[in-house]
Each structure stands twice: as C-alpha cells, then as structure tokens.
C-alpha cells in the first residue's frame, strides 16, 4: 500500500493543531474544541480502571448524534447477546457527546483526541480495543493506524459513496484509497455503494448491509409511552405533526393551515425549544390570531379542534408521529431536512421543505412516493389540502413511506454477523 499521503498528513497534523491551539483563543468554536478535551485522558482512565474489562472490547466511534443513532440497534443487539462485552464510544461533536454522555451500554463515553500519533497511541494503549465499528465517515487517519498497529480489527459501516463526494477529487482519491485499505470488513448502505468501493477504491471486502438507523426506528416507533395522554386527546382528529420546525418552515406552515378551510389539528415541535425561541414563536402565532397552548401548560381547557399545541420539550418528537395522519419535517428551508425516517415508520405521507440533497433516504423517499417536497406556503397548502380531502392518496403516500423503511431494515443483523466473525470464543 503506497501510504506516502497518510505519512505526510500524520507529519503535518501536529503543525494543524499546534497552529489550532494558537488561534482558540479568537475562535469560540476551536476554543470549545480544546477546552472540551482537557482532562480526556485522566477522565477515560478513571472510568477504565472502574470498569471490569473482559475478554472483548468493541470501540465504536461516531462523528455525531445522527451517526450514534446508526450504532445504536448494533450495540443493543450485541449487549443483548453477550452481556459482558465492554463498549467505549467516541465523539467527535459537542452535540454528540452530550446527547449521549448517559448512555447506559457503554462503559466510557469521550471526545476523540486530536488526531495527533501520540494522542492515538495514548489512547488505543488504554482502552486496548479488539473491534472499532466506525459509523458512516469522519476518518481520522492516525487513530485508524495506530489501531491497525496494535491489532484491532477495522470496520466501516453505514458507509456511502454519493457522486459528488470528496472522495473521488483528483487530489483525495488516493489518500481515500488508503484509508479504505485500512478496514477489515466495509458494509455499505446500498448496493451501488459497495459496487463504488470496488470498482474505485479495490476495496473487495465490501457488501451492502443496509443502514441500521431503519432498524433503530422501528424499534423506537414500538414505544410511546410518553405521549399516552396526547393520544387520548387526538385519537379521533386528523393531525399535522410538524416537527424539528424553523422559523421558515413555521412560516410557510402557518400561511398554508391558516388558508384550509378543513383543517387538520396542528401540533407544532419546534428545533429549539430555549426561551427566546418559544417567546418569539408565541408572538409569531399570536401576530396571526391564532389559539395556541404550549405543552407544558396543558390542562382540560386545551381543545385539538381549536387550539395548536406547541410542544415546549424535548424527547417527545419520535413518539408524537405516531398520533399524526401527516408529518412535516423542518430544515428543508435551512441547510438540510431533519429525520425523515422518524415519520415514515408509522405509514403516514411526509412533507419537507427543498433542501434534502444531504439526506439520501429523504431523497429516495420523495422518489418513491411517501414523500413530498414544497418550496413555498402555497405549495404545501396545495399538498395538504389535496391529502386532507383526498384520503386514498393520504393512505397511499403513508403506504409508500412505511414500506420504505420495512424494505430497508436488517443492517443490524448483518453488521452484528460481522462483528462476531471477528470475536474469540467467548461465552452467549
């Protein structure tokens, strides 16, 4: 393997960071950066020594939340099986760590340290993993060696290729080539992914799998436990659930409702729920007279006919589609629409503003017919107006959308086979 690109980037990253450092000071986000990782490696070395490490330590590293929720079913699933395994799992974002700092299967949680050669063989000498399952992407060359180096087995999965991705520049491509090499076992999310490992990187160790996030939201559709209350309430009416909203899709959805002359109840689940958003809002809907009621304030006054429940909370957004006949997913107006798959579980049509060309499921949905895009408020009253009064297209797009993600579950399965195929005797 030609790894002159891995040799001089492992040479340069010092200088990077070096340089990095120098500049937290003026850069609120590089500050974090840093400031998040002070004490890494006390901090690990308390939770190891507490912890009764068995024969098998399983890594798993995730850029992020959306990533972790893709590992997730495969942790469960291992968990479940062999009780005594020990997961560590890496972050590298701030929403990621703190989204999932309590997770309970894991034995550590931490940021990943800089990429530097010692910070890697810090690391890999105290958490000694046998397997890293790295989840989608964010390749960190020198922590990817040093695992190699030390005997751990590499795997990629819910990996993709997409036409315009980086990977294939003139001037990356090759480097790409050798970070590839680098994994024992590569599971695509599609079949055309693997096909592009092959045919342009050689990597021959790889096959589709599937995206273990379908798993993980069919398991999660199972539970609504939270929302008992709300179910009662809604039961019998047609309801719009919009969720992850910005302010641009709350625009566009309150034009298009306030036009319908049979309207749906509407439940409003915004993305930021801090006190200046929900002020600003609340003076939104009041600025167009229309009834509202916020979560948190609920009492036997709230009418679903009359009023808009704006949920005020997080950690009820997954289960509360499960009482909508329409979902709206928010972000289509800003960089890039929020879960689509959230919805879709249920069978019920989606809705999402023009940006999806970074969500590769929200795109394949629309193709297949659960899914809608608008790009202004008298769009989506055209659509919800034409999926109010027209139910066998209703029921058709939802049909659609739950066969989407029943079609595409059992990546767990496939990457948990995978994991084990590498594991010593230990006992089930």
């Known amino acids: 393997m030609n790894s002159f690109t891995l040799h001089f980037y492992s040479d340069l990253i010092p200088l990077i960071f070096g340089i990095a450092k120098m500049a937290a000071p003026f850069n609120p986000k590089i500050r974090n950066f840093f400031k998040a990782r002070e004490g890494l490696f006390e901090d690990l070395e308390k939770k190891i020594s507490s912890a009764d490490l068995p024969d098998f330590k399983l890594w798993v590293h995730a850029s992020s939340v959306g990533e972790f929720e893709q590992a997730r079913p495969v942790i469960s699933a291992l968990k479940q099986k062999y009780p005594d395994i020990v997961v560590f799992v890496s972050f590298l974002s701030d929403s990621g760590f703190n989204a999932c700092r309590n997770y309970a299967d894991a034995a550590a949680?931490?940021?990943?340290?800089?990429?530097?050669?010692?910070?890697?063989?810090?690391?890999?000498?105290?958490?000694?993993?046998?397997?890293?399952?790295?989840?989608?992407?964010?390749?960190?060359?020198?922590?990817?060696?040093?695992?190699?180096?030390?005997?751990?087995?590499?795997?990629?999965?819910?990996?993709?290729?997409?036409?315009?991705?980086?990977?294939?520049?003139?001037?990356?491509?090759?480097?790409?080539?050798?970070?590839?090499?680098?994994?024992?076992?590569?599971?695509?999310?599609?079949?055309?992914?693997?096909?592009?490992?092959?045919?342009?990187?050689?990597?021959?160790?790889?096959?589709?799998?599937?995206?273990?996030?379908?798993?993980?939201?069919?398991?999660?559709?199972?539970?609504?436990?939270?929302?008992?209350?709300?179910?009662?309430?809604?039961?019998?009416?047609?309801?719009?659930?919009?969720?992850?909203?910005?302010?641009?899709?709350?625009?566009?959805?309150?034009?298009?409702?306030?036009?319908?002359?049979?309207?749906?109840?509407?439940?409003?689940?915004?993305?930021?729920?801090?006190?200046?958003?929900?002020?600003?809002?609340?003076?939104?809907?009041?600025?167009?007279?229309?009834?509202?009621?916020?979560?948190?304030?609920?009492?036997?006054?709230?009418?679903?006919?009359?009023?808009?429940?704006?949920?005020?909370?997080?950690?009820?957004?997954?289960?509360?589609?499960?009482?909508?006949?329409?979902?709206?997913?928010?972000?289509?107006?800003?960089?890039?629409?929020?879960?689509?798959?959230?919805?879709?579980?249920?069978?019920?049509?989606?809705?999402?503003?023009?940006?999806i060309q970074n969500s590769p499921e929200a795109e394949e949905l629309v193709r297949t017919g659960g899914a809608f895009i608008i790009d202004n408020a008298e769009q989506l009253y055209t659509i919800l107006t034409s999926l109010v009064l027209d139910p066998s297209r209703r029921m058709n797009a939802g049909r659609l959308a739950g066969k989407f993600v029943e079609e595409r579950t059992g990546g767990t399965a496939k990457i948990v086979a995978g994991i084990e195929s590498l594991m010593p005797a230990i006992p089930v």
């Open 109 to 355: 949680i931490f940021y990943l340290p800089a990429d530097t050669r010692s910070n890697a063989r810090h690391l890999l000498s105290m958490i000694k993993p046998d397997v890293l399952l790295l989840m989608r992407y964010d390749f960190w060359p020198n922590h990817l060696l040093e695992s190699k180096k030390q005997g751990t087995k590499l795997i990629l999965a819910a990996a993709v290729l997409p036409n315009n991705s980086q990977y294939f520049s003139p001037f990356l491509k090759s480097f790409y080539r050798n970070i590839f090499a680098l994994f024992d076992r590569i599971y695509t999310v599609s079949e055309n992914d693997a096909v592009s490992f092959r045919q342009y990187f050689n990597c021959l160790q790889a096959e589709a799998a599937g995206d273990p996030r379908f798993d993980q939201v069919v398991l999660r559709s199972r539970n609504t436990g939270k929302i008992g209350r709300l179910k009662e309430l809604f039961g019998n009416r047609m309801a719009i659930v919009a969720g992850s909203v910005w302010e641009k899709d709350e625009e566009a959805l309150i034009i298009a409702w306030k036009k319908m002359s049979d309207q749906p109840s509407l439940i409003l689940v915004p993305h930021e729920v801090d006190q200046h958003n929900m002020q600003r809002l609340y003076r939104s809907l009041e600025e167009h007279s229309l009834p509202f009621m916020p979560f948190s304030n609920l009492d036997n006054s709230f009418d679903p006919e009359r009023h808009i429940l704006v949920i005020d909370r997080i950690g009820f957004l997954a289960e509360l589609y499960s009482i909508a006949s329409i979902a709206y997913v928010g972000g289509g107006f800003i960089d890039n629409v929020h879960n689509t798959l959230e919805p879709a579980v249920y069978g019920i049509p989606v809705i999402s503003g023009p940006n």
